[in-house]
């Protein structure tokens, strides 16, 4: 995906969230651990939560933020999820790994093109939504802890 706009940073972003809880619903097939499924459904919802959560704020973003071009281009989120390897069988460490890595690319995702932006404005939006991933990131931990 080549990216033009503020916009389509905030669709790609929402398309990683949707393709993490196709990722996620496609690991319920390489389980029967109850433990491992309720996390599953758990992080199911959880990315869900995150996807409607950039629709409220790309709601809050200036028209001329969302309107800010950008010159260079990222990897498709296509490319994340088919280098990332699935086993016959997970279990719930296998889960936490996938959504450390995730969460970890996601991140540097943001990082990068917030170097990229020549707004402040649009910089800033980055690094916010850079720390609010950052803090999901201590969300899922404490999830993962109470297992």
């Not at 280098?83 to 069988?89: C, T, W």
């Not at 093109?113 to 402040?120: L, R």
């Amino acid at each position: 995906m080549s990216f033009n706009q503020t916009r389509d940073i905030l669709d790609h972003a929402r398309e990683f969230h949707r393709r993490l809880i196709r990722f996620y619903a496609d690991l319920r097939h390489h389980t029967e651990d109850e433990i491992t499924l309720n996390l599953i459904a758990d992080l199911v919802a959880h990315e869900r939560q995150l996807e409607a959560r950039l629709y409220e704020f790309e709601e809050s973003v200036s028209g001329n933020a969302l309107d800010t071009f950008f010159k260079y281009l990222t990897a498709t989120t296509d490319q994340t999820f088919s280098s990332y390897p699935v086993p016959e069988e997970i279990d719930t460490d296998y889960v936490i790994q996938a959504t450390r890595y995730f969460d970890e690319n996601l991140c540097r995702f943001y990082e990068s093109m917030a170097k990229k932006a020549m707004s402040v404005e649009v910089r800033e939006l980055l690094e916010n939504l850079q720390q609010m991933e950052q803090r999901e990131q201590l969300v899922l931990s404490k999830l993962m802890l109470s297992l």
